[in-house]
């Protein structure tokens, strides 16, 4: 993948619209090819914000919006609502709340990604991860361009 490709949708903050916005982004990033490990994991990350915007900032965020995009290099998710109070990481084992973002930041470190939470100027806030696309590797050549199994592969510039 060459270009940076995006998609961008809303999803009602009910518990309903969960799994429409998990699907959503499984389908998105199969017809864009991701890989499997990072497509799933996109989906859980995708998962548990909008299920923090239904829990904890619906009142204030009828909606939330996702976006998706990738290029060669990063597969970027982004979830935004109108809330203006920030999450926060629970401060130990047994608070209250926290442990949805908690998670998305594991999975994101996890995968070498990073993460951000930015507020907006219109009050509310986008949670954005960023995840490493895995490199191309080619085969192991021999001399004469082929593989070591004798195929010839193209290996697209990642």
Same mark, same amino acid.
């Given at each position: 993948?060459?270009?940076?490709?995006?998609?961008?949708?809303?999803?009602?903050?009910?518990?309903?619209?969960?799994?429409?916005?998990?699907?959503?982004?499984?389908?998105?990033?199969?017809?864009?090819?991701?890989?499997?490990?990072?497509?799933?994991?996109?989906?859980?990350?995708?998962?548990?914000?909008?299920?923090?915007?239904?829990?904890?900032?619906?009142?204030?965020?009828?909606?939330?919006?996702?976006?998706?995009?990738?290029?060669?290099?990063? #597969?970027?998710?982004?979830?935004?609502? !109108?809330?203006?109070?920030?999450? %926060?990481?629970?401060?130990? $084992?047994?608070? /209250? +709340? =926290?442990?949805? #973002?908690?998670?998305?930041?594991?999975? !994101?470190?996890?995968?070498?990604? %990073?993460?951000?939470?930015? $507020?907006?100027? /219109? +009050? =509310?806030?986008?949670?954005?991860?960023?995840?490493?696309?895995?490199?191309?590797?080619?085969?192991?050549?021999?001399?004469?361009?082929?593989?070591?199994? =004798?195929?010839?592969?193209?290996?697209?510039?990642?």
């Amino acid at each position: 993948m060459q270009q940076r490709v995006t998609h961008v949708f809303t999803v009602m903050s009910t518990v309903d619209q969960v799994p429409v916005a998990r699907h959503e982004t499984v389908k998105t990033l199969a017809s864009w090819g991701i890989d499997e490990e990072n497509a799933y994991t996109a989906s859980l990350i995708v998962t548990e914000l909008v299920a923090n915007v239904v829990e904890h900032a619906a009142a204030h965020s009828p909606t939330a919006t996702v976006l998706l995009a990738a290029d060669a290099y990063w #597969l970027t998710v982004a979830v935004h609502d !109108t809330h203006p109070r920030l999450p %926060r990481i629970p401060a130990a $084992p047994h608070d /209250e +709340g =926290g442990r949805g #973002l908690l998670m998305v930041m594991l999975l !994101t470190e996890e995968a070498g990604g %990073r993460h951000t939470i930015e $507020p907006t100027p /219109e +009050g =509310g806030k986008h949670i954005v991860v960023h995840l490493p696309r895995p490199a191309v590797r080619a085969a192991p050549r021999e001399s004469g361009g082929a593989a070591a199994d =004798g195929r010839v592969e193209t290996v697209l510039d990642a």
